[in-house]
């Protein structure tokens, strides 16, 4: 396997110099930099180079970006094996959905509560870990959640969710430690309501890692001069902390925060692998999954990934717009 990767990867990049090489010489023949019109050919050919660099990614973004989205918005339009047409079915069907309802009401408890989370942790981590003296440390076993896929967490969260009967010996972390205590084993995973944020622990335990260290860089950006007033003027740590460090990096902390809630709405391994969206913790994501892979319904698995994108793209471009004014 490793030998096969190393080949794929030697293959794709002399590939990509191959092409580079060879477009380059192909336009510098059509328009040689000599002769009469060495003027007008090297403006052409100014005007045409960058193309061939971009050229290739803008072919993979509409193979594999811009045609799946209008193939899908088509689709909405047909029955389950996309060759009937019925019109708004598939959406009005979705206005009256319970499940759909369902799905929309934890996906909006997803967005309030997981970016939140993992921005404040993720904040404080940050400001801790940079005022002692075994930081980096710190930040290390903080970030290395993000290295775990979102299966390989759901499957180490589930054994500390574990629940065994009561009166047999508990593996579930949590559950030994209610045990230990006296109380009695509980199945959180099945505990309607709640369960959805024992399902949020486990992105906001993996997000908290990426929020610290963007977090981090932001703090250590701020200007020296403005805390070291703040501490002649007599500030407190944490007066100096919220009311002078904050507001400098209000910018990043929003920028973090829309780029965690972009990630929630497509929220899908954990609740997959966790739940499948049993004990009311259906998600979007998931029951776009089960209507296309389990009901084998093409037209509304693809109204409902329309519905995805749609609250996706708005907060797209307000981070994309935020993080232009950042670099500024």
């Known amino acids: 396997m490793l030998l096969r990767a190393v080949l794929v990867m030697v293959l794709g990049v002399t590939a990509c110099v191959g092409y580079f090489w060879s477009s ?39 193979v594999y970006l811009v045609y799946p989205v209008i193939n899908s918005a088509i689709i909405s339009f047909y029955g389950p094996n996309s060759q009937n047409w019925v019109g708004t079915y598939n959406y009005e069907w979705l206005a009256r959905d319970a499940s759909f309802r369902e799905s929309m ?31 980096n440390i710190a930040k290390s076993l903080i970030f290395m959640p993000m290295a775990i896929s979102f299966v390989g967490a759901s499957v180490i969260w589930k054994f500390i969710y574990d629940y065994r009967p009561e009166g047999t010996e508990q593996i579930g972390l949590l559950n030994a430690i209610v ?31 990426f929020a610290m260290v963007i977090l981090s860089a932001a703090l250590r950006g701020i200007p020296e001069e403005t805390i070291e007033a703040a501490v002649i003027d007599g500030a407190s740590p944490f007066q ?27 929220v899908f391994d954990i609740v997959l692998a966790m739940t499948n969206g049993q004990w009311g ?13 389990r009901g084998l319904d093409f037209g509304r698995a693809s109204t409902i990934a329309l519905v995805i994108m749609i609250m996706v793209v708005p907060i797209m471009i307000w981070n994309i717009r935020e993080a232009r004014k950042e670099r500024q």
């Open 240 to 266: 100096i902390f919220y009311k002078i460090k904050v507001p400098q990096i209000w910018g990043t902390i929003a920028v973090v925060w829309t780029t965690i809630t972009i990630l929630v709405l497509k």
């Open 105 to 135: 009401r934890n996906n909006i408890l997803w967005l309030i509560v997981v970016p939140a989370a993992s921005t404040f942790f993720g904040l404080i981590a940050a400001a801790l870990t940079d005022r002692i003296s075994w930081g």
């Open 281 to 293: 913790t259906q998600v979007l994501a998931n029951y776009m999954f089960d209507w296309m892979f």
């Open 179 to 209: 045990t230990a205590f006296g109380g009695a084993p509980q199945a959180w995973i099945t505990i309607p309501f709640w369960n959805n944020f024992f399902l949020m622990a486990v992105l906001t335990w993996i997000q908290t890692g």
């Open 24 to 62: 380059n010489k192909l336009l510098d023949t059509i328009y040689p930099a000599s002769g009469e019109n060495i003027s007008a050919n090297l403006n052409k050919a100014n005007a045409i180079r960058p193309w061939l660099f971009l050229g290739p990614s803008l072919i993979v973004l509409g």
